[in-house]
């Protein structure tokens, strides 16, 4: 049995049961099994059970949200947005089933027509960063594709998936459709790269896990989706509304205490402004409200666990060029406070290397060719901010930085309607949007004889 702890108190809130391998391979055979009635269900009562499904996350939102608060230390706030965010995703997608149009291309002797073929069984790898969400955007778009899915939560973030896989049956899901097989990442999620009836992977997760298991699914020509780490950029020129970009810089970074792959865990201010941004800065790090997640004034919880905690905790030694801190609870919980580095050199590893925690680096740019290259001085490439009143320049530096999620004048990365994924070793294809459903099916062409 597996102890699942609340990071806020260090409390033991459930134990589950991890699968075994035995137990996966039915789950995925099952899956197997149910996918041929899912895919010809008919597309608007298809369409209808995503709506129902939308329906009752919603109407268990408040529920799903104190779950999460229990099991990630997530804000009261963030975590009733992730929950609404599943009931949005699945309501968004429950309009495709209708719209899975192919096309018919004009060729001589006949009718040429393709059609958007369900890919099969989907096996969907989720971390413990956003169980929620990165959960919501894999099976709601697999689903309307006609995909049957098996889902591994992280292992320490199990319960919302597993309440979600409960709340698809009660919704009217058929049985085998949506499967929660919480458990190991070695175990569950390794006979999902080597099951032969696993179609595709959708794995969202660590870089380095992420290569693993496309070198696993290469072996079978796998599909794979990877949404993996970050180490992003918030560009702040001299010509922005300072005020505004400081007050809004602890909130890209320390979101869910910095355990966000889109963290904005670089901070570039053009030179003649950066005695007046980390002014500014300052003060808005000593706002952050750092408290107990339940509380409706909280804005950052605890890291997740202790050994994450000894994680962050080593990018910040003794002689770590600390500018200034926020505060944070002290006691039970793995409390770690908003930190800020500065200044950080390109080469030092606070600078190259995914924190995953509440520490941002603050780094000099003279002009906006450097500023473009610093940006990009990363093996990742997810989301980035640029500050300036200069849309010219907003425009050509979001063309410059390679990453997939950019925004201007906002830390905003994530709309359920647009497309979200990562340049380089921030991984592979894109999820949500218009053309989420293209990664859960095969296009397929059929020529019709009509001459003789
Ligand atoms: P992780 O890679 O350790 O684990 C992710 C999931 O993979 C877990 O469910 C784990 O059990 C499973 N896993 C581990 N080893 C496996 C294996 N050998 N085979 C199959 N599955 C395996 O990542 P994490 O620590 O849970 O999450 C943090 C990372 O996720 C960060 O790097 C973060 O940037 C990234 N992330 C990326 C996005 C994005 O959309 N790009 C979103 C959220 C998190």
């Not at 889902?151 to 899901?173: D, Q």
């Not at 696993?198 to 496309?214: C, L, N, W, Y």
């Not at 970074?253 to 910095?258: E, K, L, M, P, S």
């Not at 300036?388 to 930085?401: C, E, F, N």
Request: glycine share 10%.
């Amino acid at each position: 049995m597996h102890d699942v702890i609340n990071p806020a108190t260090e409390e033991v809130i459930a134990t589950v049961r991890p699968t075994s391998a035995e137990e996966t391979d039915e789950a995925i055979v099952r899956a197997h099994e149910a996918w041929p009635s899912w895919r010809s269900v008919a597309p608007g009562e298809r369409a209808t059970l995503l709506r129902r499904f939308s329906d009752v996350v919603r109407d268990h939102a408040e529920e799903l949200a104190q779950l999460e608060v229990a099991n990630a230390g997530h804000t009261i706030g963030n975590a009733r947005w992730e929950a609404n965010n599943v009931a949005n995703v699945l309501a968004y997608y429950a309009g495709a089933p209708e719209r899975l149009f192919g096309r018919q291309i004009p060729v001589p002797g006949g009718i040429d027509m393709t059609f958007q073929e369900p890919i099969g069984v989907v096996g969907i790898i989720v971390p413990w960063n956003f169980p929620m969400p990165i959960a919501g955007w894999g099976f709601a778009p697999a689903l309307a594709a006609g995909c049957t899915v098996v889902l591994k939560p992280a292992e320490v973030t199990p319960l919302t998936a597993i309440r979600l896989g409960e709340l698809a049956l009660e919704a009217g899901i058929p049985e085998h459709v949506l499967s929660i097989l919480p458990g190991k990442g070695s175990v569950v999620g390794q006979r999902f790269v080597e099951h032969p009836l696993v179609r595709k992977i959708v794995f969202t997760g660590s870089t380095e896990v992420g290569e693993q298991i496309m070198a696993g699914a290469a072996r079978q020509v796998k599909r794979v989706t990877l949404e993996l780490g970050g180490k992003s950029a918030n560009i702040v020129f001299a010509d922005a509304d300072l005020e505004k970009a400081a007050a809004a810089a602890p909130y890209g970074v320390f979101d869910n205490a910095g355990q966000d792959c889109c963290a904005r865990s670089r901070i570039l201010v053009q030179r003649s402004a950066l005695d007046r941004f980390m002014e500014l800065f300052e003060a808005a790090v000593a706002g952050v409200r750092v408290e107990d997640p339940t509380l409706e004034t909280s804005e950052m919880g605890p890291l997740i666990t202790r050994s994450h905690f000894e994680t962050v905790a080593g990018f910040v030694p003794d002689d770590a060029p600390v500018a200034f801190r926020g505060t944070c609870p002290t006691g039970p919980g793995y409390w770690f406070p908003p930190t800020v580095l500065s200044p950080v050199a390109p080469g030092d590893r606070s600078f190259r290397e995914e924190i995953f925690g509440p520490v941002v680096s603050v780094t000099s740019f003279e002009d906006e060719d450097e500023a473009i290259r610093l940006a990009n001085a990363t093996d990742f490439g997810l989301s980035g901010s640029i500050w300036t009143r200069d849309i010219g320049r907003g425009l050509r530096v979001s063309r410059g930085v390679e990453t997939g999620t950019l925004s201007v004048n906002s830390h905003s990365s994530v709309r359920y309607w647009t497309p979200f994924g990562g340049f380089k070793k921030s991984g592979l294809g894109r999820e949500l949007g218009p053309d989420a459903l293209d990664a859960f099916t095969e296009t397929k062409n059929v020529f019709i004889n009509t001459e003789d």
